[in-house]
Each structure stands twice: as structure tokens, then as C-alpha cells.
């Protein structure tokens, strides 16, 4: 995976323990009942593929966590598929993934 190679190259470049933080952005209301049009925060995009919105990706050496919004049955019907915290260590390659 694409995005997998952009973390290890970044992850070479970290010194100690460092960690690199990164979140995808937040809706924007455009009227009282519809937002525009998600787009994810371009860096947090280019290192994950993951284009929900309130995520938030933590990176270290040693670990890559992913903190995302949980499956919600009734928000899914009006705003479309979430991921969810079960099904994002597989399809994301992190090592964690923690509701937010």
C-alpha cells in the first residue's frame, strides 16, 4: 500500500522517541441540516488513505494508531458508511485503532 511506504518513510526520518500527530479535519456546516462536502486534511490523507471525518492518526517507531468515530447505524443511513474501530486495523494497516 501506497500510503504504508509514505509512513515508513517519514517514520525513518523521526529521531528517538519521537511522535507525529495528524488529524483528518471536521465537517463544515454549510446550512442548518447539510454540510459541504467532506475532504480529509491532505497530509493525514497522504499518510493513511482514510477519508472519514474527526480521526486523528499517531505515529511513532514503534506503533501507529488510528482514533476514529465508531459505527453508528443511525448517522450511516443519513451520512453514509463508517469504517469503524473494528474493521480499521485491517483495512488501514495500524496497530490500534480506539474510538474518539
Do not use: C
Not at 500527530?21 to 471536521?26: A, E, G, H, M
Not at 450511516?76 to 480499521?88: D, F, P, T
Amino acid at each position: 500500500m501506497i500510503h504504508q511506504k509514505r509512513r515508513q518513510e517519514l517514520l525513518s526520518k523521526l529521531s528517538g522517541n519521537a511522535v507525529v500527530i495528524v488529524s483528518s479535519n471536521s465537517e463544515q456546516k454549510r446550512n442548518s441540516d447539510v454540510n459541504y462536502p467532506f475532504r480529509p486534511d491532505s497530509s493525514f490523507w497522504y499518510l493513511t488513505g482514510f477519508t472519514e471525518p474527526d480521526a486523528i492518526a499517531v505515529f511513532s517507531k514503534k506503533n501507529y494508531s488510528i482514533f476514529l468515530r465508531p459505527k453508528d447505524k443511525t448517522k450511516e443511513i443519513w451520512n453514509g458508511k463508517r469504517l469503524g474501530v473494528k474493521s480499521a486495523p485491517k483495512v488501514l494497516l495500524a496497530d490500534n485503532a480506539y474510538s474518539i
